[in-house]
């Protein structure tokens, strides 16, 4: 079935150019080009509907108890196996950039599964997660609930890079 592939390609294309375009948008902010920054972020917005749409023609969102099983093992897979196989690769290349990129992802990933685990038991349990206010450090990505640490325990950064999500 060729069309199933396609959405799955098409998925990841808008998934990716939405990143990038933020990024881009980032730097033409920092560059003096708040015209150019905000064309970017408007354009980072449709891939996003491009994308959105596409998942929802592939049934790729279910009820939440599904999202969430869905969510703890692709965490799972990723910090288990495909980061592990990346980081050893990144290392026999000599690649420290990388496998320090891949070092963060990794442990963030196993925090993530954590999270999503505990509130896939919630929600089985017929309560819900804790009521309170994530952080997320803004070098490594550490997903942080209750409070932001003093150093980032993951990748050393001080509170300050850490952002509040509610
Ligand atoms: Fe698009
Ligand atoms: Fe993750
Ligand atoms: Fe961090």
Known sequence: MATMDNLKEAFAGESQANRKYLAFAKKADEEGHPQVARLFRAAAEAETVHAHGH??????VKGTDENLQAAVDGEGFEFK??????????????NKEAVRAFKHARAVEGIHQGLYADAL????????????????CGICGNTVPGCAPEKCPICGAPQAKFTEVK
Do not use: N, R, S
């Not at 592990?84 to 990144?90: L, N, Q, R, T, V």
């Not at 929600?123 to 952080?135: L, N, R, S, V």
């Open 55 to 60: 998942l929802g023609v592939m049934k790729g």
């Open 81 to 94: 196996d495909m980061y592990p196989g990346f980081i050893k690769e990144a290392e026999q290349e000599g």
């Open 121 to 136: 038991k919630a929600i089985k349990a017929g309560t819900e997660p804790d009521d309170a206010p994530i952080f997320v």
